[in-house]
């Protein structure tokens, strides 16, 4: 089948590889796109994350932690420009949704957008974010919100660059002394810092191993095609172990550890230990501004007439 150029630019701001590779994996994978990125790893053309640069979205973050650090919300409100997101009637606009959400029932966006808007109750929230909008003279958009509670415990949150990044942390304790909130908070940082996919191994999906598995084992063998099964088979359960001290927060090396070596887990543990209190971290949410969202690339002819040349 013939493949696009809209093809190869979807797969390259997917994986990172190059345009000419992208071309090949979606040739070789009858331009399927989900094998097109299993086939580009498995050959070590692909990056492990999409790059920071395709991500464009301007706009805020905002959290809104109730007095009793039991309950909270986050909301990420969009914008086109960065300039706007600087504008202080536009934060203390997006405080308010966030005060909004923690005060909501809604389920989903629909439910939110039709509620009373908390501020004015003659007006729902897609009222007031229109007349914004015409305030302001640029588009917006609520794109997403969480609300996030905790019975025996307390949470902590934290805001990166102004807005640009937003976590929560849920945290199951006994005590809400002074220590065990600035332990909350460095690991707050840790997650905006190091972006932990989950809080611990146990919420891994068995599917997800499996596949990393596949594609690792296919990569060992590339590597050294005339070694040993018991060496490939320690090549790949090396990697997956060190991926998973990256994608989970507790597995992951505290940034905060003067040795360089002490993990999450344990620095919890030791701050348990010193205030003789009970304290497990159970779960956190991250927003980050324009996450996943995509620049508009104007000059991607331009960029294949380049390779091309």
Not at 74 to 91: G, L, M, Q
Not at 194 to 211: C, F, H, M, Q, R
Not at 234 to 259: H, P, S, T, W, Y
Request: net charge negative; glycine share 6%.
């Amino acid at each position: 089948m013939a493949i696009t150029a809209a093809q190869v630019k979807e797969l390259r701001e997917m994986t990172g590889a190059g345009m000419m590779d992208c071309k090949k994996a979606l040739t070789n994978t009858d331009g399927d796109m989900d094998k097109a990125v299993d086939y580009l790893r498995e050959n070590g053309l692909a990056k492990a994350e999409k790059k920071s640069g395709r991500i464009a979205a301007e706009g805020l973050v905002a959290i809104h932690l109730n007095e009793d650090a039991k309950s909270a919300s986050i909301v990420e409100v969009n914008s086109e420009t960065d300039f706007v997101a600087k504008n202080e009637v536009f934060r203390e606009y997006v405080d308010s949704v966030a005060k909004q959400v923690a005060a909501s029932d809604a389920k989903d966006m629909d439910a939110f957008l039709a509620e009373n808007w908390i501020e004015d109750s003659s007006m729902t929230v897609d009222e007031k974010l229109k007349a914004m909008i015409a305030k302001i003279g640029e588009n917006m958009n609520i794109r997403r919100f969480e609300k996030i509670s905790v019975e025996n415990g307390i949470l902590a949150s934290y805001i990166h660059a102004g807005g640009k990044i937003g976590v929560i942390v849920k945290a199951e304790t006994d005590s809400d002394s002074e220590k065990v909130k600035t332990c909350l908070k460095d690991i707050a940082m840790q997650v905006a810092a190091l972006t932990p996919k989950y809080t611990s191994g146990k919420e891994v999906d068995g599917a997800y191993i499996e596949k990393e598995k596949e594609i690792l084992l296919a990569q060992a063998k590339l590597e050294k095609p005339d070694a040993p099964e018991k060496v490939i088979n320690g090549m790949v359960m090396g990697r997956i172990n060190k991926q998973l001290k990256e994608i989970c927060l507790l597995d992951q090396v505290f940034v905060k550890a003067e040795d360089g070596k002490q993990t999450v887990d344990a620095h919890i543990r030791e701050v348990a230990k010193n205030t003789g209190a009970k304290l497990e971290v159970t779960g956190f949410i991250r927003f980050e501004t324009g996450e996943g969202l995509e620049k508009k690339n104007e000059d991607f002819a331009a960029e294949v007439a380049a390779q091309m040349s």
